[in-house]
């Protein structure tokens, strides 16, 4: 059993950047994939970035290629995401994510079987 909690969003001008982190109880921590999801208002939940348990592999949604930066800390039980050249296409609830490793990229939310509360980001134009 994982539980996380999510902390730093917040309201950011457009090409700002925000780190968000999500905190993870439980042993295993070190064992799972985890990702970051965000769900805009009247939108589904979308993937955004997954690394894998030992954080030597990652992969983004192409709409933050580039911008966005998924990294982990084991010793910390804490995923990081750092949100660069902010857009106001980005503001949305954001939550992360975790699952047991898997042989393929997983970006589908019913693909997850552990999520934080979530987190909102803002950015204003």
């Known amino acids: 059993q994982v539980q996380l909690v999510e902390s730093g969003g917040g309201l950011v001008q457009a090409g700002g950047s925000l780190r968000l982190s999500c905190a993870a109880s439980?042993?295993?921590?070190?064992?799972?994939?985890m990702g970051w999801f965000r769900q805009a208002p009247g939108r589904e939940r979308e993937f955004v970035a997954t690394?894998?348990?030992?954080?030597?592999?990652?992969y983004y949604a192409d709409s933050v290629k580039g911008r966005f930066t998924i990294s982990r800390d084991n010793a910390k039980n804490t995923v990081y995401l750092q949100m660069n050249s902010l857009k106001p296409e980005d503001t949305a609830v954001y939550y992360c994510?975790?699952?047991?490793?898997?042989?393929?990229?997983?970006?589908?939310?019913?693909?997850?079987?552990?999520w934080g509360q979530g987190t909102q980001v803002t950015v204003s134009s």
């Open positions: 994510a975790a699952r047991p490793p898997a042989r393929v990229v997983v970006t589908t939310v019913s693909g997850y079987d552990y």
């Open positions: 439980g042993r295993t921590f070190s064992s799972y994939t």
């Open positions: 690394i894998s348990w030992r954080g030597g592999s990652t």
